[in-house]
C-alpha cells in the first residue's frame, strides 16, 4: 500500500472521482456534478493505493496561508475498519504541516464524528442538514 498526492489531471483522480461518487453520493440518491468539483484543480488530493487500484482518497482546500479545509474523505467500504481511513489522514497531516498547516477544519457525517474524534478532531457548535444528512464542524490544531 502506498500513499500519494495526486492532481486532477491524473488518472487517480478519475477513480477518486469514481470512488467518491459510488459511496458518498449515490447512497444518498446524487451524483457528483461540475459544481460539487469546482476548483478542485487548485485543491490538494491524496490516497491509498495498492498498485494502481485506489483503496482511499481525501481532498484539502486552503481557506488561508495555515489553515486547509478536509473534504470528500472516503475509504473503500469492503475495507472500513482496517485502518486504511487512519492511515490516509496521518500522511495527508503530515505531508499539510510540512507545508505549513497548523489547523484543519472540516463538516463531517455525524456517523463519522467517532472517526474522526478518534484522530484529534473536536465538534463545534451545533450539528446541520447538509446534502440530506446530519454534519457537524469539527477542527484540529496540528
Known amino acids: 500500500m502506498t500513499f500519494r498526492q495526486f492532481s486532477t489531471s491524473d488518472e487517480a483522480y478519475s477513480m477518486a ?5 459510488a459511496h458518498l453520493r449515490a447512497p444518498l440518491g446524487l451524483k457528483l456534478n461540475e459544481l460539487d468539483t469546482a476548483g478542485e484543480d487548485q485543491q490538494l488530493h491524496f490516497g491509498l ?3 494502481q487500484r485506489i483503496l482511499a482518497c481525501v481532498s484539502f482546500k486552503q481557506l488561508d496561508d495555515k489553515r486547509m479545509k478536509l473534504r ?3 475509504v473503500d467500504p469492503s475495507l472500513q475498519g482496517s485502518g486504511l481511513g487512519r492511515t490516509l489522514i496521518a500522511n495527508a497531516e503530515e505531508t499539510l504541516m510540512k507545508r505549513g498547516c497548523l489547523e484543519i477544519t472540516l463538516s ?12 484529534g478532531y473536536r465538534a463545534i457548535g451545533e450539528s446541520f442538514v447538509e446534502v440530506g444528512i446530519e454534519h457537524l464542524k469539527m477542527d484540529k490544531s496540528l
Do not use: H, N, P, T
Open 72 to 74: 470528500q474523505m472516503v
Open 49 to 51: 493505493f495498492d498498485g
Open 108 to 119: 463531517a457525517r455525524a456517523s463519522a464524528r467517532a472517526f474522526y474524534e478518534k484522530l
Open 17 to 21: 472521482i469514481q470512488l467518491r461518487d
